[in-house]
């Protein structure tokens, strides 16, 4: 809403938001071009199997280094790729960089899934299912090896979306994988979780940080893991910090864990080299 012509009012704002749309507008600026050089590439964040330790998937997080921005997080690069537009593009890219990823994994020897977030913009147009099948054969990956996130909020959006829901289910008929991301710390609703075809669910780090401290919390992600395997769904925990979360997890029966305790996101390249030094 307070674009370029809205001068008069951003100078109407105190200092520090002045300095936030400033931002917020280089931001937007910058954006186009850094799509194009793909100066926006992904990190990879590995899930880990909790029987066999083995690295199964890996989840592209987007990361822009700017020389005149710094560091622009996901935080503040989405919701400006969203409302400028760009977040369709960005996706694609973090989709193709990341299938280019799993097929270059796969010709050393290594099945790793890659996980991408997706934004429920991105569907709001219509062809993503097009999309996402020409990125496939544009890198030679297999479907079996694309994820996608959702998140509950595009979860419930698409629930009441007859158009959304139709490309989540084309795309779930193709192989990709679908799951439903941050579990538990938004609005979940019972409903969408029988329409929507998710394969896999990943209980939020808010959830997970105080499960072994607070017995009620531990209670209610015992309960998710059961929930989730009843669904036939694969459980994952997200934001895994210590071993102490790791044990408590290992006795809930959850299947895979994601985060610091078991790696930080990195570049491809790290990736690889922890996939060789396991092997
Ligand atoms: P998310 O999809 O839930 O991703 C997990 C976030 O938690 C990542 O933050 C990751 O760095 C962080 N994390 C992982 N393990 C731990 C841990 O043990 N402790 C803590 N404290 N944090 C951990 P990041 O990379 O800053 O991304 C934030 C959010 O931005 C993501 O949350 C996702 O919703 C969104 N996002 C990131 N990349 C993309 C993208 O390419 N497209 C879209 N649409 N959204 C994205
Ligand atoms: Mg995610
Ligand atoms: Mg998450
Ligand atoms: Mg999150």
């Not at 199964?56 to 822009?64: F, H, Y």
């Not at 996706?91 to 193709?96: D, N, Q, R």
């Amino acid at each position: 809403r307070v674009r370029m012509e809205g001068g008069g009012l951003i100078a109407s704002l105190p200092k520090s938001e002045q300095r936030a749309v400033a931002r917020k507008l280089r931001i937007e600026q910058k954006l186009p071009q850094a799509l194009r050089e793909k100066t926006i590439k992904p990190v990879f964040q590995p899930q880990v199997d909790m029987k066999t330790g083995k690295i199964i998937a890996a989840e592209a997080l987007v990361r822009w280094e700017d020389r005149d921005l710094g560091t622009v997080s996901p935080a503040e690069l989405i919701p400006v790729a969203e409302d400028c537009g760009l977040i369709g593009a960005l996706g694609e890219l973090m989709i193709e960089a990341a299938c280019r990823q799993a097929v270059a994994w796969q010709q050393e020897g290594f099945s790793v899934r890659v996980s991408c977030n997706s934004s429920v913009r991105e569907f709001r147009n219509g062809g993503m299912t097009s999309r996402v099948r020409d990125i496939l054969d544009r890198t030679g990956c297999p479907s079996s090896l694309l994820e996608l996130e959702i998140t509950e909020r595009f979860a419930f959006e698409a629930e009441a979306e007859e158009a959304i829901m139709h490309q989540l289910k084309a795309l779930q008929q193709e192989g990709i994988s679908l799951a439903l991301d941050d579990f538990g710390t938004g609005s979940a609703s019972f409903r969408y979780m029988q329409t929507v075809p998710l394969s896999k669910i990943k209980i939020g780090q808010e959830f997970i940080a105080s499960f072994p401290t607070n017995e009620q919390v531990g209670r209610i992600v015992d309960g998710l893991v059961h929930f989730g395997h009843s669904l036939g769904m694969i459980v994952v925990a997200e934001g895994v910090e210590d071993e102490m979360v790791w044990k408590a997890l290992d006795r809930s029966g959850c299947d895979a864990v994601q985060g610091f305790f078991t790696g930080r996101p990195m570049t491809a390249a790290q990736l690889t080299e922890q996939l060789q030094a396991r092997r």
